[in-house]
Protein backbone atom coordinates (compact mmCIF):
# COMPACT_ATOMS: atom_id res chain seq x y z
CA UNK A 1 0.00 0.00 0.00
CA UNK A 2 2.73 2.46 0.93
CA UNK A 3 4.34 1.61 -2.78
CA UNK A 4 1.26 3.47 -4.23
CA UNK A 5 0.47 5.82 -2.15
CA UNK A 6 4.36 7.49 -3.05
CA UNK A 7 3.01 7.12 -6.70
CA UNK A 8 1.52 10.54 -7.43
CA UNK A 9 3.95 12.77 -4.93
CA UNK A 10 6.80 10.81 -6.93
CA UNK A 11 5.43 11.42 -10.24
CA UNK A 12 4.59 15.25 -9.02
CA UNK A 13 8.27 15.74 -8.51
CA UNK A 14 9.68 13.92 -11.84
CA UNK A 15 7.55 16.57 -13.61
CA UNK A 16 8.56 19.54 -11.79
CA UNK A 17 11.87 18.85 -11.77
CA UNK A 18 11.69 18.21 -15.56
CA UNK A 19 10.28 21.19 -16.30
CA UNK A 20 12.33 23.22 -14.27
CA UNK A 21 15.74 21.70 -16.59
CA UNK A 22 13.54 21.68 -19.97
CA UNK A 23 14.82 24.28 -22.56
CA UNK A 24 13.93 27.66 -22.47
CA UNK A 25 11.63 29.35 -24.76
CA UNK A 26 12.06 32.14 -26.96
CA UNK A 27 9.86 34.55 -25.35
CA UNK A 28 11.43 33.62 -21.83
CA UNK A 29 15.28 34.26 -23.48
CA UNK A 30 13.85 38.04 -24.57
CA UNK A 31 12.96 38.52 -20.83
CA UNK A 32 16.29 37.64 -19.11
CA UNK A 33 18.38 39.29 -22.17
CA UNK A 34 16.11 42.06 -21.69
CA UNK A 35 16.59 42.24 -17.78
CA UNK A 36 20.55 41.36 -18.41
CA UNK A 37 20.80 44.49 -20.77
CA UNK A 38 18.54 46.50 -18.25
CA UNK A 39 21.13 45.64 -14.90
CA UNK A 40 24.31 46.31 -17.26
CA UNK A 41 23.29 49.70 -17.92
CA UNK A 42 22.15 50.83 -14.52
CA UNK A 43 25.80 49.77 -13.64
CA UNK A 44 27.56 51.57 -16.27
CA UNK A 45 25.22 54.56 -15.57
CA UNK A 46 26.42 54.41 -11.73
CA UNK A 47 29.95 54.17 -12.49
CA UNK A 48 29.90 56.86 -15.32
CA UNK A 49 28.09 58.94 -13.02
CA UNK A 50 30.53 58.35 -9.79
CA UNK A 51 33.50 59.34 -12.45
CA UNK A 52 32.25 61.91 -14.51
CA UNK A 53 29.30 63.47 -11.59
CA UNK A 54 26.14 63.80 -12.20
CA UNK A 55 25.91 66.81 -13.21
CA UNK A 56 27.98 66.92 -16.21
CA UNK A 57 25.78 65.58 -19.61
CA UNK A 58 23.45 63.54 -19.90
CA UNK A 59 23.35 59.48 -19.97
CA UNK A 60 22.80 57.66 -23.61
CA UNK A 61 19.66 56.24 -23.64
CA UNK A 62 19.05 52.76 -22.17
CA UNK A 63 19.63 50.60 -25.30
CA UNK A 64 16.51 48.27 -25.93
CA UNK A 65 16.13 45.19 -27.50
CA UNK A 66 13.99 45.28 -30.24
CA UNK A 67 14.50 42.28 -32.04
CA UNK A 68 15.29 39.17 -31.13
CA UNK A 69 15.25 35.59 -31.98
CA UNK A 70 16.46 32.10 -30.35
CA UNK A 71 18.76 29.70 -32.67
CA UNK A 72 18.83 26.62 -30.36
CA UNK A 73 20.25 25.66 -27.12
CA UNK A 74 22.15 22.98 -25.66
CA UNK A 75 22.33 21.54 -22.19
CA UNK A 76 25.33 22.61 -19.99
CA UNK A 77 27.74 19.72 -19.41
CA UNK A 78 28.78 20.65 -15.78
CA UNK A 79 25.57 22.30 -13.76
CA UNK A 80 22.45 23.63 -14.65
CA UNK A 81 20.92 25.43 -17.36
CA UNK A 82 21.71 25.81 -21.00
CA UNK A 83 23.98 27.18 -23.34
CA UNK A 84 21.87 29.19 -26.06
CA UNK A 85 22.27 31.50 -29.32
CA UNK A 86 20.46 33.96 -30.62
CA UNK A 87 20.35 37.21 -32.25
CA UNK A 88 19.43 40.20 -31.09
CA UNK A 89 19.22 44.31 -32.53
CA UNK A 90 19.50 46.90 -29.84
CA UNK A 91 17.72 50.30 -30.26
CA UNK A 92 18.35 49.82 -34.28
CA UNK A 93 21.93 49.52 -34.19
CA UNK A 94 22.88 45.89 -36.55
CA UNK A 95 21.90 42.68 -35.42
CA UNK A 96 24.40 40.71 -33.28
CA UNK A 97 24.59 37.01 -32.72
CA UNK A 98 25.97 35.92 -29.59
CA UNK A 99 25.63 33.00 -27.30
CA UNK A 100 25.30 32.45 -23.39
CA UNK A 101 24.09 30.72 -20.49
CA UNK A 102 20.37 30.48 -19.06
CA UNK A 103 19.19 29.07 -16.09
CA UNK A 104 16.39 29.21 -13.38
CA UNK A 105 17.17 31.99 -10.57
CA UNK A 106 15.51 30.64 -7.38
CA UNK A 107 12.42 32.34 -7.83
CA UNK A 108 11.95 30.27 -11.44
CA UNK A 109 12.65 32.93 -13.56
CA UNK A 110 14.82 32.78 -16.49
CA UNK A 111 18.43 34.21 -15.86
CA UNK A 112 21.14 34.98 -18.09
CA UNK A 113 24.79 34.87 -18.21
CA UNK A 114 28.11 35.62 -19.81
CA UNK A 115 30.31 33.28 -18.57
Excluded: W
Excluded at 2 to 31: D, I, K, V
Excluded at 87 to 115: H, I, K, Q
Amino acid sequence: MLPRLLTLPTAALGLSLAACSGEPSESEMLQAVTKFTSTLYQQQAAAMAFVVGTGRGNLPAMPTVTAFRKLGCQPVEIGLGHVCEFTATLSGRGETRDRARFFRGADGTLVMSTN
